[in-house]
Antibody, heavy 123, light 106 residues
């Protein structure tokens, strides 16, 4: 079964750090680009970050640029999001999502999503 | 940055009704637009890709079309299980989701 499972969420103080993980299974992880998408409580979807299948192309939303780092470990079939200098406005459910293509320059669609992991930034 | 607007923000319709949601891009995005359904407490689910292509396994009552920078998502006959929020997403330049349309059944 094709599956993505996020972990690593929790309660963190403003200015703190957290590392999210996404475990992929049931497909050839190294062939697909991956994304992080978040959703603040009661709000809409916000794309956070993208990494191509090779890891060579990486993009961030302006709201997290310079604070968040996306990475992947092909051997472990895992996607990560290192979040530093966290702010209250980063409070959200964080989803990892597979892009059906492997390249930023191809047609794209987020065809597989995990269930999400909740990050709460509060003192 | 490409901005996406969606209308209406919410709607209520009867079972069997035809439901239409529109999404407008702030600039030309070609057909680089997808539609997602998100049911309460669940992750989003891809319904339509590249403006008008139905994702495998998605019921044929869902459809999408494009006219210039205006995109339309249609449910031809609303079913109770279609209660959800629907989002458009552009990927012409990075990714932007529309603000969503909440659909419920009268």
């Amino acid at each position: 079964e094709v599956q993505l499972v996020e972990s690593g969420g929790g309660l963190v103080q403003p200015g703190g750090s957290l590392r999210l993980s996404c475990a992929a299974s049931g497909f050839t992880f190294s062939s697909y680009s991956m994304n992080w998408v978040r959703q603040a409580p009661g709000k809409g979807l916000e794309w956070v970050s993208y990494i191509s299948s090779s890891g060579r192309s990486i993009y961030y939303a302006d709201s997290v640029k310079g604070r968040f780092t996306i990475s992947r470990d092909q051997a472990k079939n895992a996607l990560y999001l290192q979040m530093n200098s966290l702010r209250a406005e980063d409070t959200a459910e964080y989803y990892c999502a597979r892009d059906r293509s492997g390249s930023y320059y191809a047609k794209k669609a987020f065809d597989i999503w995990g269930r999400g992991t909740m990050v709460t930034v509060s003192s | 940055d490409i901005q996406m607007t969606q209308s209406p923000s919410s709607l209520s319709a009867s079972v069997g009704d035809r439901v239409t949601i529109t999404c407008q891009a702030s600039q030309d995005i070609n057909d680089n637009l997808n539609w997602y359904q998100q049911k309460p407490g669940k992750a989003p689910n891809l319904l339509i890709y590249d403006a008008s292509n139905l994702e495998t396994g998605v019921p044929s009552r869902f459809s999408g079309s494009r006219s210039g920078t205006d995109f339309t998502f249609t449910i031809s006959s609303l079913q109770p299980e279609d209660i959800a929020t629907y989002y458009c997403q552009q990927y012409e330049n990075l990714f932007t989701f529309g603000p969503g349309t909440k659909v419920d059944v009268k």
